[in-house]
């Protein structure tokens, strides 16, 4: 598992694993960067559905209880696709975008 940080956002990338891997290893990496946005990217996974995004509305939900920004990076999987509880987006600039923001929504209360 790859984690690139910067400031109060983290990157959150897999080379070489399974889907089912990736997100186990993404649940026993979580209390290290809960405290940061998190940006999932989803970009070596060649084959992926709207069902497998679902996988991470768990830790999606939970993450925006704390009130920060858990967004998936991909291509393969329209934002359409998938209920509004969870953000999907086909690029690392517009996942860096939607959570600056959220970080100014929740600057104002919104």
């Given at each position: 598992m790859i984690f690139d940080s910067d400031g109060s956002t983290t990157i959150v990338s897999q080379e070489n694993?399974?889907?089912s891997i990736f997100l186990k290893n993404l649940n026993d990496a979580y209390p290290k960067i809960k405290n940061d946005n998190i940006v999932v990217n989803l970009f070596s996974f060649s084959k992926l559905k709207a069902d497998?995004?679902?996988e991470f509305l768990q830790i999606s939900d939970l993450h925006k209880k704390s009130k920060k920004s858990f967004?998936?990076?991909t291509n393969k999987v329209s934002y359409d696709e998938v209920p509004d509880a969870?953000?999907?987006v086909p690029t690392i600039q517009e996942a860096q975008d939607?959570?600056?923001m959220e970080e100014?929504?929740?600057d104002l209360e919104i």
């Open positions: 694993a399974t889907l497998d995004v679902l967004v998936l990076v969870i953000m999907v939607v959570i600056e100014i929504e929740r």
